[in-house]
C-alpha cells in the first residue's frame, strides 16, 4: 500500500514499527504523512518529533513539537520535549521560558506521577540555576551604578530588578476605608519627605524617657492595642484579642487628644505638634506608644487609607525583632524615625527576651498636596455631619 493511501493510524503504527526497527528515516516520513492526514492529533507530531530527534534533526524536532503546541498550548509533554530542546542546544533564554510554563503546568496537577516529578525538579532546579546566574551577572552589571542614585531611584529600582529576577512580590494597597486614586504604592516613604525627621530624632531620648515614667506608673492609660467586639472571631486578630502582648498607650486617638497622657508626656506632646497631622474630628490624628512583649508577632494586615504616612520612631529596640512591608523587610533602630504606607501588607515581631516599644503617629501622605489634603478634611467633616445620629 502506498504511503499516501495510508490513513493517520495506519502511517502511525507502521512509523512506531519503524522506529522499533532503527528506521529513524522512514519513520519520519510515515509520521510525517500521519499529521498532514491528522494535524489536529498532537501525539502524532511528538512522535513525528521523536523521530526527528533521533536522527539529530533539531530543527525538524522543534517545528514538529510547535506543531503540537499550535493544536494544544498546554500539552505538557510537548512542552518538556521542547524545553529539553532548547535546553541541549544551551538556548537559555528560550529553555526557561519553556521549564517555566511546564511548572506552572505541574502545578495544577494535584498528584502527578512519579516520573513528572522528577521533571518538575529538573525544571525548578534549571530555572533557580539561571535566575541565580543572571542575579550575579545583574548585580555586577548595576551594582555600583544603582548605588549611585538618589534615594528614591535606589529603592525604586533595586525593587524592580529584584521583582524581575523573581526574588519579591510587588504587593498593592488595600485599604479598607478611603482610597485616594493615583497615588504612589510607596511601601516605605523615602525620609526626604520629611524633613522633620531630624528634630523627630532629637527629641527621641526625652520621649524614651517619658515613655518609661509611664511604664513605671502606667495606672489605666496602657491597654491591649486589639479590641474586637463582643460575638466577632474567626480572624488573624484572635490571638491579641484583649491580649497585654500587644498593648498601647494613647496620647491621641481618631482625632481626639488623651490629655492625661499629653500631660505627662510634654516633649513627645511637643515633638508630634511640630508634624504635618490631619486633624479630622472622629478621624484623625492617632499617636501611641506601641508595646510588644517577648516572642510576640502581630499578624499580616492592611490598614484604612492610604490619605496617611505611618510614622515609626523606634524607642527600646532589642535584637531579633523586625518589620516587614510588602516586600522588604527592616529592621527597627532606636532613634531612627521611618514612614511606610499602612495599606500595604504589613507585619511585626519580637522574637527577643526583653519588650519593644516605638511611638507610632500618622500624618498625610506626602506625596497629597495641600489643596488635596483640604478636600480630604472637608470630605471626612461632610460625611460625617450627614451620617451622625440626629441630636435629640
Known amino acids: 500500500m502506498s504511503k499516501s493511501t495510508l490513513s493517520s493510524h ?25 499529521v498532514s492526514v491528522d494535524p489536529q492529533a498532537g501525539s502524532l507530531w511528538r512522535n513525528l518529533a521523536h523521530a526527528h530527534r533521533l536522527l539529530g534533526d533539531d530543527d525538524g524536532e522543534r517545528q514538529a513539537l510547535q506543531g503540537a503546541l499550535e493544536t494544544d498550548q498546554r500539552d505538557v509533554a510537548a512542552l518538556v520535549r521542547l524545553a529539553e530542546l532548547h535546553e541541549r542546544r544551551s538556548e537559555t533564554r528560550d529553555a526557561l521560558l519553556r521549564w517555566s ?15 513528572f516529578v522528577q521533571i518538575l525538579d529538573h525544571a525548578r532546579a534549571y530555572c533557580q540555576a ?14 555600583s551604578r544603582i548605588s549611585a542614585l538618589d534615594e528614591t531611584a535606589r529603592r525604586r529600582s533595586t525593587a524592580f530588578l529584584d521583582h524581575a529576577l523573581g526574588r519579591r ?5 488595600q485599604c479598607a476605608g478611603l482610597h485616594y486614586p493615583f497615588l504612589p504604592a510607596d511601601e516605605y516613604f523615602d525620609d526626604r519627605h520629611f524633613p522633620w525627621f531630624d528634630d523627630l530624632a532629637a527629641r527621641a531620648p526625652a520621649i524614651r524617657a517619658e515613655l518609661e515614667a509611664l511604664l513605671a506608673d502606667p495606672g489605666d492609660a496602657l491597654r491591649p492595642y486589639v479590641r474586637m467586639d ?34 505627662r508626656c510634654p516633649e513627645t506632646a511637643a515633638a508630634l505638634a511640630a508634624t504635618p497631622s490631619a486633624h479630622i474630628p472622629g478621624r484623625a490624628p492617632s499617636a501611641f506608644f506601641s508595646m510588644l512583649r517577648p516572642h510576640t508577632r502581630i499578624p499580616p494586615h492592611t490598614g484604612v487609607t492610604n490619605t496617611r504616612a505611618i510614622i515609626h520612631l523606634p524607642l527600646i529596640v532589642p535584637p531579633h525583632c523586625g518589620f516587614r512591608v510588602g516586600g522588604e523587610t527592616r529592621e527597627w533602630v532606636e532613634g531612627r524615625p521611618f514612614a511606610f504606607d499602612d495599606t500595604i501588607e504589613h507585619e511585626a515581631w519580637n522574637e527577643s527576651d526583653s519588650l519593644r516599644a516605638i511611638l507610632i503617629f500618622d500624618v498625610w501622605n506626602p506625596h497629597l498636596s495641600p489643596e488635596e489634603q483640604a478636600v480630604i478634611a472637608d470630605y471626612c467633616r461632610t460625611a460625617d455631619a450627614l451620617t451622625e445620629p440626629a441630636a435629640r
Open 10 to 34: 495506519e502511517a502511525n503504527a507502521q512509523g512506531l514499527a519503524a522506529l522499533n526497527a532503527g528506521d529513524s528515516a522512514t519513520a519520519v516520513q510515515l509520521f510525517t504523512h500521519a
Open 101 to 115: 510554563a511546564v511548572l506552572q503546568l505541574g502545578e495544577q496537577i494535584a498528584d502527578p506521577a512519579p516520573a
Open 130 to 143: 539561571q535566575q541565580a546566574a543572571l542575579a550575579g551577572f545583574v548585580e555586577r552589571e548595576f551594582g
Open 169 to 173: 512580590r510587588v504587593y498593592q494597597n
Open 230 to 263: 463582643k460575638g466577632a472571631s474567626g480572624s488573624q486578630w484572635d490571638q491579641l484579642d484583649h491580649n497585654a502582648d500587644w498593648s498601647a498607650c494613647f496620647l491621641w486617638e481618631y482625632g481626639q487628644p488623651n490629655q492625661p497622657v499629653l500631660d
